[in-house]
Every structure is written in structure tokens, then in C-alpha cells.
């Protein structure tokens, strides 16, 4: 059967560059956070244009996914839907998604230009500020359009970037909609901080279809703030109980939460509605050598890949956490979200 995997997220051109403390501090921004550009971040674009050593790489979280679970899956696994522009940053995301065999039906505008997201490193650390562009645009009508429903009829499981949330909650629910009501598997990614923190009413209505989610130590932290939850804010296991244990819209599945933590340990936390039970698990990480490390743009991502991939293989949560680790360490050795080619195997 092909294209098992639907994903859905912004696509955008990463403009990745090095840059100093000073810098980030000059706009204000967290040495490790992802935001959506306002007025006063727009000359970071035309900075970093001029900045030596400026590496233009494809992005946009869930199409890293989306091209990380190709790189792993058998040919005609993945399709991919979002919006971008006419112009050569999309060329650019066509050529990489083309290496990687991802299948994209992307929604074309004719006069908004593509997103582009800077990524400014810093170390081990990555900034993100995203002006969304085109990727903004996209409309849950493209989903419906006969072919690519049926694209999404054929396939079994769905990936959702929670970034998307600022974009289409409607083409979310719809997603997640078709997934519960024919019992496939729907997983979401909380993305940033900043998704749990300011889009709670549309991540509440998402909720209740996701039978995986993926999300990381400060994301998991902006979840329990956000909600009040009387929880501390650190204790993930905590915070991963009180979302696996949220209403499910198909009670066929359990909810699974998967929490990244850099390098502490991956936290698993699945509900059983009839018993009422939690199953929790810790699953250690491969650590890398920190002169390895080329950079940490995307690692988030390729560990969803890598899980997300897992399962289309049949594959259960533990062997799902290691094979996302072991993405995730593979792409931290490459310049931005991406994978070593010749390909590697899991
Ligand atoms: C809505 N926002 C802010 C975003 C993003 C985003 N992808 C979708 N929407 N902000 C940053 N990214 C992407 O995250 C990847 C790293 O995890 C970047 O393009 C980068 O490739």
C-alpha cells in the first residue's frame, strides 16, 4: 500500500547562519525558541542575506518530518501538504523534497512569496523566527479537492506540526476527524512553546483526535503553565498524564504522550481508558560525541520521523522512541533538518 503517512504543516526555507549571543540580544530573542517574526524582527532576514557562512536549507517542522519518515520509509510512503509560493525558495523545497523521494501537493499562491524561517545558531542552541509568508495562506479547501482526498482516504496514519495551529485548525480537526472516525492514527506535535502558551483554544479542539503526541521538556512546561495545571512545570511525567488522560474522540486507541528532553531521557506516558492506568516508561539517549554535533536545527523533527516511521513499520513505542533517536542523531550531524545521504538505515 502506498503513501501510508499524510503530514501537514508551513513549508518553509530555513536561512540558517551562526551568529553571537549579542545578536539574538539585539531582537530580543531566546538563545532556544521558535516564534513568529513581528514587525521589529523583519530585518533579520535582510541581515542574515548579507552574513558569511548563511546556509539555505529546506525546513518548516513538519515537512522535516515529512521528509525525514521518506528517508526511512520503502519509495511512495509520504505525502506532504501546505502552502508556498511561486518563487526560487520553493524550487528550493522542491529539489530537497525531490532527494528525499517526499511527495508534496502543495496549495500554490501566485503573488505571496514562500515562508522563510531564520535559523540563528548559537552552539548547541537554535532561535527560530519565522515569517510564514505563504505558508500562512493555506485553506482546508485544498485538502478537500478530490484528489487530494484521496490521498487522504488511502493513507493510515497522519502527522500533524502543531506550528499549523496558527494556520488551518480547520484542516486539522478534518484530519483528525477522518483519522478517529475510521480509527487511524493521528499524531501531533506541540512544536514550540509558544503553541500550548497562545493557541490553547485550537490545540484543545485538536486534542481529543490525537492518539500520539510529541513535544519536548519546554513545550511540555508552557502546556502545564498555560492550563494552570498544579502540577510543577518540570515534572513531565506529571504533565503527560494530565494530556494522555484528556477526552478521546476514538476510543479504540489509547493516547500516548512522548516527551523529548535533549539528552535526558525520552518519557512515554500511555492512558488505558478501561482500567484507568498509566503505562510509563524512560527510554535513555543515544549521546553523541559533542564534537559530532554539527547542529541542533531539526532534531526535534527528525526524532518525530523516525517514531512516526517506526509505526508505519508495524513497530511498537519502544522500538518507535529508539528509531526516532536514532533519526534525531543522525541529523544533528548534518547542517540544518536534514539526513546524510548516501542513505543510512535504522
Ligand atoms: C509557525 N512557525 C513559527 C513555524 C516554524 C517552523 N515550522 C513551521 N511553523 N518556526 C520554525 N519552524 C521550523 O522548525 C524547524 C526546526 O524544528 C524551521 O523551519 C526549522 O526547519
Same mark, same amino acid.
Request: net charge negative; charged share 20%; glycine share 6%.
Given at each position: 500500500?502506498?503513501?501510508?503517512?499524510?503530514?501537514? =504543516?508551513?513549508?518553509?526555507?530555513?536561512?540558517?547562519?551562526?551568529?553571537?549571543?549579542?545578536?539574538?540580544?539585539?531582537? =530580543?530573542?531566546?538563545?532556544?525558541?521558535?516564534?513568529?517574526?513581528?514587525?521589529?524582527?523583519?530585518?533579520?532576514?535582510?541581515?542574515?542575506?548579507?552574513?558569511?557562512?548563511?546556509?539555505?536549507?529546506?525546513?518548516?517542522?513538519?515537512?522535516?518530518? +515529512?521528509?525525514?519518515?521518506?528517508?526511512?520509509?520503502?519509495?511512495?510512503?509520504?505525502?506532504?501538504?501546505?502552502?508556498?509560493?511561486?518563487?526560487?525558495?520553493?524550487?528550493?523545497?522542491?529539489?530537497?523534497?525531490?532527494?528525499?523521494?517526499?511527495?508534496?501537493?502543495?496549495?500554490?499562491?501566485?503573488?505571496?512569496?514562500?515562508?522563510?524561517?531564520?535559523?540563528?545558531?548559537?552552539?548547541?542552541?537554535?532561535?527560530?523566527?519565522?515569517?510564514?509568508?505563504?505558508?500562512?495562506?493555506?485553506?482546508?479547501?485544498?485538502?478537500?479537492?478530490?484528489?487530494?482526498? +484521496?490521498?487522504?482516504?488511502?493513507?493510515?496514519?497522519?502527522?500533524?506540526?502543531?506550528?499549523?495551529?496558527?494556520?488551518?485548525?480547520?484542516?486539522?480537526?478534518?484530519?483528525?476527524?477522518?483519522?478517529?472516525?475510521?480509527?487511524?492514527?493521528?499524531?501531533?506535535?506541540?512544536?514550540?512553546?509558544?503553541?500550548?502558551?497562545?493557541?490553547?483554544?485550537?490545540?484543545?479542539?485538536?486534542?481529543?483526535?490525537?492518539?500520539?503526541?510529541? +513535544?519536548?521538556?519546554?513545550?511540555?512546561?508552557?502546556?502545564?503553565?498555560?492550563?494552570?495545571?498544579?502540577?510543577?512545570?518540570?515534572?513531565?511525567? +506529571?504533565?503527560?498524564?494530565?494530556?494522555?488522560?484528556?477526552?478521546?474522540?476514538?476510543?479504540?486507541?489509547?493516547?500516548?504522550?512522548?516527551?523529548?528532553? =535533549?539528552?535526558?531521557?525520552?518519557?512515554?506516558?500511555?492512558?488505558?481508558?478501561?482500567?484507568?492506568?498509566?503505562?510509563?516508561?524512560?527510554?535513555?539517549?543515544?549521546?553523541?560525541?559533542?564534537?559530532?554535533?554539527?547542529?541542533?536545527?531539526?532534531? =526535534?523533527?527528525?526524532?518525530?520521523?523516525?517514531?512516526?516511521?517506526?509505526?508505519?513499520?508495524?513497530?511498537?513505542?519502544?522500538?518507535?522512541?529508539?528509531?526516532?533517536?536514532?533519526?534525531?542523531?543522525?541529523?544533528?550531524?548534518?547542517?540544518?533538518?536534514?539526513?546524510?545521504?548516501?542513505?543510512?538505515?535504522?
Amino acid at each position: 500500500m502506498s503513501y501510508q503517512l499524510v503530514c501537514l =504543516g508551513n513549508p518553509l526555507l530555513d536561512l540558517q547562519v551562526d551568529v553571537e549571543p549579542e545578536y539574538l540580544a539585539k531582537y =530580543g530573542l531566546k538563545e532556544n525558541d521558535a516564534i513568529l517574526a513581528e514587525e521589529k524582527h523583519f530585518p533579520i532576514y535582510e541581515e542574515v542575506l548579507k552574513m558569511s557562512g548563511l546556509k539555505t536549507v529546506a525546513g518548516g517542522a513538519a515537512q522535516n518530518t +515529512a521528509r525525514g519518515a521518506q528517508y526511512i520509509l520503502p519509495p511512495n510512503s509520504v505525502v506532504y501538504f501546505g502552502s508556498v509560493g511561486k518563487d526560487v525558495y520553493a524550487d528550493k523545497l522542491n529539489e530537497a523534497n525531490k532527494q528525499y523521494g517526499l511527495r508534496t501537493e502543495y496549495q500554490i499562491q501566485d503573488d505571496i512569496a514562500t515562508g522563510k524561517c531564520a535559523a540563528l545558531i548559537n552552539g548547541p542552541h537554535r532561535s527560530l523566527v519565522t515569517d510564514l509568508a505563504a505558508a500562512n495562506h493555506f485553506k482546508v479547501d485544498h485538502l478537500e479537492k478530490q484528489e487530494n482526498w +484521496a490521498i487522504v482516504e488511502n493513507a493510515k496514519y497522519y502527522y500533524i506540526g502543531g506550528f499549523h495551529l496558527t494556520v488551518s485548525p480547520p484542516a486539522i480537526e478534518k484530519l483528525g476527524k477522518h483519522a478517529a472516525e475510521n480509527n487511524k492514527v493521528f499524531a501531533l506535535n506541540f512544536s514550540a512553546p509558544f503553541i500550548p502558551q497562545f493557541f490553547k483554544d485550537p490545540l484543545a479542539s485538536s486534542l481529543p483526535y490525537v492518539d500520539f503526541v510529541i +513535544a519536548n521538556e519546554s513545550e511540555a512546561a508552557a502546556y502545564a503553565e498555560a492550563q494552570g495545571l498544579s502540577v510543577d512545570s518540570k515534572d513531565v511525567v +506529571a504533565i503527560a498524564k494530565e494530556i494522555a488522560k484528556l477526552p478521546k474522540a476514538n476510543n479504540k486507541r489509547p493516547r500516548t504522550v512522548v516527551f523529548t528532553q =535533549g539528552t535526558d531521557a525520552t518519557v512515554t506516558v500511555t492512558y488505558n481508558e478501561s482500567t484507568k492506568d498509566f503505562e510509563v516508561n524512560e527510554y535513555p539517549v543515544r549521546k553523541l560525541e559533542e564534537n559530532k554535533i554539527t547542529d541542533t536545527n531539526g532534531a =526535534g523533527d527528525a526524532f518525530a520521523s523516525g517514531f512516526i516511521a517506526a509505526l508505519v513499520e508495524g513497530k511498537d513505542i519502544a522500538q518507535a522512541v529508539d528509531e526516532g533517536q536514532w533519526a534525531a542523531s543522525l541529523s544533528i550531524q548534518e547542517v540544518g533538518p536534514s539526513f546524510p545521504f548516501p542513505k543510512q538505515t535504522y
